[in-house]
């Protein structure tokens, strides 16, 4: 044919490119069956590289085909010579595959629609994380409001989620977050608020947890940490409140608690990532949660969550001597930590912070455990050491689902030992 | 090597780095059985771990202890302070590997940083076998040209480039010299991230690079900064030179 050709001496092969940009895709709408005979003739032409996704067959059906742009004049001048009719349907095939991704890595978690768009299996940034506890408020305002306890030292608010069925409840607190880097706790966090929402009026143990007591989740408890650690240093600790007379920046908040404070098992070097600061509650982000629990005054368990160790903690950090309580709280972390483990074979170690991991003075759990709040527990989540603070994202939820079991071991026997 | 090659985050203000000042208690050691599960075991435990690791560590094979089965101590006076293990080694990418061995660690007495000794029973387990894996990554990467060059391993997600893998765990076999010669009864470090790698050229048939290390020490949770020179073999294992302690980054707010 002559057309043919005119087009096999017009066109130059080139070497198809990865990409689709510039590529069309011609909707073409043959009129009897020369036509057809023509295109069939067309599509067998292999230096055109045409792509048929709708292969001419029949007059009566359209026949789609994707042409690679070296390839668009020659088509068309072949289409426009035989005079057969065509639409373009798609103008430039890689900007749609482009607003495609866009589109899917909203829904994926970039802009999610919903806590249930939301991305458990990545890490997050505190934005996302502050969009997240807004839309699980709005999509459960019966069982879940927030609350802002405080605010952080560049004015961040310091957000808690409060799951509540009811008023004069007894409450539960699990912070996650306060030392930033921890990058495992913010994201398990997450999970389990999502987690709780959905198990209310589900599953019959969450449930009768929730009927007697009010949970108070704190996702990302040093916020300022938690941005620094996504902007500037992905190691940051600490607070970010600058000390005057020092170039160092930064409190320790897991050492500026008021019992112990000041103990061997800090420090009163600013630099130091143990620095216990100025005084007791010097940091907002401490002093918040410490106004937060006296003002309520009924909290009966108190978790707080670090990386990494995979170890469950019980007072005290900042001496030796055994802590009241000590026989309960072993016997309960014993059970919390086999339950723990039964999901995917995780080992943890449990028993008073200062035995177990070292001495740590004017910790969390010390304080509230004095404050008579007796199931005060710290949890180290995974690993032991491998990838340590940099736990890759495909381990977030099956720590989150594991660490759960061990919460709800320690939530069920809250409920079951009233004191 | 500079130090001020390694860039320290951003808006990071290079100070000279300033001595550990930790008013911890001093550990009051006598001899004693020890809790297997709790620190004074595990301290020395990971001592074990960074010593089999110079020895028997390579891009494709690390070493760590599953558990820590029986623990004590024995005071030795001014020789030092005495710890005898019994732990379960395993190869860490091979899950079905555990071998039970026992192991002594001495920690000298002194006011300087000094290394502790330690030995281990069952050297014939450790000892490696050749693998084809070490050859081919030897051959590879010791052709002419061969550059390798990266930083961030893992990234901040915890992601690794699989091509990246073999010289991540060079790295730990590597930091273990290190955080041997660190160690006392008062530190368990682990690598917490790469900070840089940078191939020079082989030299005496050994794959040659330069590693800029971040090591986290537990009980100070201090970032310690290492740069370090590191040659391998498959025939050689791991040897470690030129190791640079890096300044501290201070982050000092941005000024107005």
Redesign the interface.
């Known amino acids: 044919m002559r057309a043919l050709l005119v087009l096999a001496t017009v066109f130059v092969a080139v070497f198809g490119k990865e990409t689709f940009e510039g590529h069309q895709v011609l909707r073409i709408t043959a009129i009897n069956e020369v036509q057809i005979k023509l295109l069939k003739e067309l599509s067998e032409l292999e230096h055109l590289q045409l792509d048929f996704w709708m292969e001419p067959i029949h007059e009566d059906l359209p026949v789609d085909v994707r042409v690679p742009f070296q390839s668009l004049q020659p088509v068309r001048s072949f289409l426009a010579y035989n005079e057969i009719y065509y639409d373009i349907m798609i103008e430039d095939l890689q900007d749609l595959l482009d607003m495609e991704q866009r589109e899917m890595m909203r829904s994926c978690g970039f802009l999610p629609r919903s806590t249930n768009d939301y991305d458990y299996t990545n890490y997050h940034t505190l934005d996302e994380i502050y969009s997240f506890i807004d839309m699980l408020v709005q999509e459960n305002p019966k069982l879940v409001s927030k609350i802002v306890i405080g605010q952080s030292y560049e004015g961040r608010p310091l957000n808690v989620l409060k799951f509540s069925t009811g008023d004069n409840h007894p409450g539960i607190w699990i912070d996650t977050g306060i030392h930033s880097r921890e990058w495992i706790t913010q994201a398990s966090g997450t999970w389990f608020a999502k987690k709780i929402a959905t198990d209310y009026g589900r599953d019959s143990a969450l449930t009768a947890i929730l009927d007697k007591f009010d949970i108070f989740l704190e996702i990302s408890t040093n916020p300022d940490g938690y941005d620094y650690t996504h902007k500037t240093n992905r190691m940051w600790r600490k607070t970010r409140k600058p000390n005057p007379g020092s170039d160092c920046v930064g409190v320790d908040p897991n050492r500026n608690w008021g019992t112990g404070f000041g103990g061997g098992g800090s420090s009163s070097n600013p630099c130091s990532e143990t620095y216990r600061g100025p005084y007791v509650n010097s940091e907002s982000e401490v002093k918040s949660i410490v106004d937060f629990v006296k003002s309520h005054g009924n909290l009966k368990a108190f978790l707080s969550i670090h990386s990494y160790s995979q170890m469950l903690l019980y007072p005290y950090g900042d001496t030796s001597t055994p802590c009241k309580d000590h026989v309960e709280l072993d016997d309960l972390a014993k059970k919390a930590i086999i339950d723990l483990k039964s999901l995917h074979g995780t080992s943890y170690t449990y028993g008073s912070t200062y035995d177990t991991i070292y001495q740590a003075s004017g910790i969390t759990t010390d304080w509230t455990y004095d404050q008579g709040i007796k199931y005060s527990y710290t949890f180290e989540l995974r690993d032991t050491g491998s990838y340590g603070f940099l736990l890759p994202a495909d381990q977030i939820i099956p720590t989150a689902q594991e660490t759960w079991l061990a919460l709800m071991a320690i939530m069920e026997h809250t409920k079951n030992n009233p004191y | 090597m500079s130090g001020d090659e390694v860039a320290c985050?951003?808006?990071?203000?290079l100070?000279i780095h300033?001595n550990?000042?930790?008013?911890?208690?001093s550990l009051v050691m006598t001899s004693r059985k020890l809790?297997p599960?709790?620190?004074e075991a595990q301290r020395a435990a990971n001592a074990v771990r960074y010593y089999i690791n110079t020895l028997y560590g390579t891009p494709f094979r690390l070493l760590s202890f599953s558990k820590v089965h029986e623990a004590r101590t024995e005071d030795l006076g001014e020789a030092g302070m005495k710890y005898y293990l019994e732990i379960s080694v395993k190869d860490?990418f091979n899950k079905s590997s555990d071998r039970r061995c026992s192991a002594e660690v001495v920690y000298p007495r002194g006011e300087s940083q000094q290394p502790p000794q330690v030995q281990i029973s069952c050297d014939e387990f450790l000892q490696p076998n050749a693998s084809a894996e070490e050859e081919e990554f030897f051959k590879r990467y010791s052709a002419a040209g061969s550059a390798v060059s990266a930083k961030d391993i893992?990234?901040?997600?915890?992601?690794i480039d699989p091509e990246m893998v073999p010289f991540k765990n060079l790295a730990s076999a590597a930091s273990s010299f290190i955080m041997l010669n660190e160690s006392n009864e008062n530190t368990l470090f682990?690598?917490?991230?790469v900070a840089k790698i940078t191939q020079l050229e082989s030299r005496d048939d050994q794959l040659r690079f330069e590693y800029a290390v971040?090591l986290?020490e537990?009980?100070?949770?201090?970032?310690i900064r290492w740069k370090m020179l590191v040659s391998w073999s498959p025939a050689g294992g791991v040897k470690v030179s030129d190791t640079e302690l890096l300044p501290?980054?201070?982050?000092?707010?941005p000024t107005p």
């Open positions: 985050p951003a808006n990071c203000v100070l300033s550990k000042s930790t008013t911890e208690d809790n599960d709790y620190y860490c893992p990234d901040s997600h915890g992601r682990n690598l917490a991230q971040l986290h537990m009980i100070s949770q201090e970032i501290r980054c201070h982050c000092k707010p």
